[in-house]
């Protein structure tokens, strides 16, 4: 099994910048893409990001240009790098990880609040 916990979220004025991280534990070597997701208030979870093992990345292009997703070395840990947040940005973010024998795992999520 796999085991994620998020960290980072906070309280950022529009356009200021923050980095979320999302640690994994576990059977990790099953761990084939992660990625990031997001629930805003009253709207449904939508993807973010995603990164596999080789390092390839999509990212959605409402954050496009704005948002990095990152893994260095495919080690443990997982980053969202956040710039220009806009108070549409506002939600609780989630990291996943999933693999061939791994169905999709889910952290508890971080809440990133934009608003001056």
């Known amino acids: 099994q796999v085991q994620l916990v998020e960290s980072g979220g906070d309280l950022v004025q529009p356009g200021g910048s923050l980095r979320l991280s999302c640690a994994a534990s576990g059977s990790i070597f099953s761990i084939n893409s992660m990625g990031w997701y997001r629930q805003a208030p009253g709207k449904e979870r939508e993807l973010v990001a995603t990164?596999?093992?080789?390092?390839?990345?999509y990212v959605v292009d409402s954050v496009k240009g704005r948002f990095t997703i990152s893994r260095p070395n495919a080690k443990n840990t997982l980053y969202l790098h956040m710039n220009s947040l806009k108070p549409e940005d506002t939600a609780v973010y989630y990291c996943?990880?999933?693999?061939?024998?791994?169905?999709?795992?889910w952290g508890q999520g971080t809440q990133v609040t934009v608003s001056s």
């Open positions: 996943t990880a999933e693999g061939p024998q791994l169905s999709r795992r």
């Open positions: 990164i596999t093992r080789t390092g390839s990345t």
